[in-house]
C-alpha cells in the first residue's frame, strides 16, 4: 500500500502529512519507505489524537512525495456484536465524551431535529447505529466533484450527493445527533473479497462509533464489512486527518493511492 503526491510550487511551503498507518492500527508494519525528489528532511510525531503525522518543506518546483508500505494483517471481516448496547451519557469514558459533540464538518446540532425524526423511534444500540449506516448508504448518491474540502454533513443532508468521507460525516453526525459517539477515520482499504471497482483507488474513509464497552467500525459509503482496512488517522473530522496540511499554497498536480493483496 502507498501513495504518491505530486507538487509544482511556486515557492517553499511547509507541509503535515499523515499517510503512514497509525501505531496501534491492529496489524503489522513489515517494510515502508519514503522516496521523496528531491531529497528531503523530515521529521515524525504523534497529534493529539494518537495520529502519526510528517512535517517538511516542499519545496519550489515539481517534487514527488512517495510512500511505500508492506503491512500484515488477518483475513478477518470487521468485528461486530449485535447487541451491543448505547450508553447513556453517565456511562461514557471521558475520553470518549468529545465523540458526542458537534465538529466543524459534523454539525450535529444542525441537523438534530431531521437525525430525531429518522431514526429516534429505534431502539438504542447497534440496530439503530445500523440503520442510520444503511439510510446513509442507500440515500447518498457518490459521486467525485459532488462536493468539496468544506462541505458539511448538513450539506450533504441537503445534496444528497458526495464521496466516502462526506458518507463517514453525514453518518457520525446523525449518530452524535442521537446520542452515540462517533468519530472519522480513514486509511488504506484494498478490494479484498469484493468485485473490483473500476475506478482509480483512493484513500477510504469510514467511521467509529462507541457501543457497549468498545468502539467498532461502520462504513457507510460500502455499507459492508471489509477485510484489510489499514487505519491512518482519527479525529473529530476530515479537518482533524487531512492528508497534507500546507502552510502556504500548495496545490496538488497528482496523488496515485495503491493498496492491493500481496500472496503468502
Not at 88 to 103: C, G, I, K, Q, R
Not at 152 to 163: N, P
Request: aromatic share 10%; net charge negative; hydrophobic share 40%.
Amino acid at each position: 500500500m502507498g501513495c504518491e503526491f505530486v507538487h509544482r510550487l511556486d515557492a517553499p511551503a511547509h507541509a503535515v502529512l499523515q499517510v503512514e498507518p497509525r501505531i496501534d492500527g491492529g496489524f503489522t508494519l513489515l517494510t515502508e519507505e519514503w522516496t521523496p525528489e528531491p531529497a528531503l528532511t523530515s521529521r515524525r510525531y504523534l497529534d493529539g489524537f494518537g495520529n502519526l503525522c510528517r512535517r517538511l518543506t516542499i519545496p519550489a518546483g515539481r517534487s514527488v512525495l512517495k510512500y511505500n508500505a508492506l503491512v500484515q494483517t488477518d483475513r478477518s471481516v470487521d468485528p461486530s456484536d449485535l447487541t451491543a448496547r448505547q450508553l447513556n451519557a453517565d456511562e461514557l469514558p471521558d475520553d470518549v465524551l468529545e465523540f458526542t459533540l458537534p465538529s466543524r464538518l459534523c454539525p450535529s446540532d444542525e441537523i438534530a431535529d431531521q437525525a430525531w425524526e429518522l431514526f429516534g423511534a429505534l431502539d438504542p444500540g447497534w440496530g439503530r447505529v445500523q440503520a442510520i449506516s444503511d439510510w446513509v448508504h442507500n440515500e447518498v448518491t457518490f459521486g467525485y466533484g459532488s462536493s468539496s474540502r468544506v462541505t458539511t454533513a448538513a450539506d450533504v443532508l441537503k445534496s444528497r450527493a458526495g464521496v466516502c468521507r462526506d458518507f463517514a460525516h453525514l453518518f457520525i453526525a446523525c449518530c452524535r445527533a442521537v446520542g452515540v459517539p462517533a468519530r472519522y477515520a480513514f486509511g488504506y482499504l484494498p478490494d479484498i473479497d469484493v468485485p473490483p471497482v473500476d475506478v482509480a483507488m483512493d484513500f477510504c474513509a469510514w467511521a467509529e462509533v462507541y457501543l457497549g464497552d468498545r468502539w467498532w467500525t461502520f462504513d457507510p459509503r460500502n455499507n459492508q464489512q471489509r477485510i484489510g482496512r489499514v487505519l491512518i488517522g482519527r479525529g473529530r473530522d476530515a479537518v482533524d486527518v487531512a492528508m497534507v496540511t500546507s502552510f502556504g499554497t500548495a496545490e496538488l498536480e497528482t496523488m496515485t493511492v495503491w493498496a492491493d493483496e500481496v500472496p503468502a
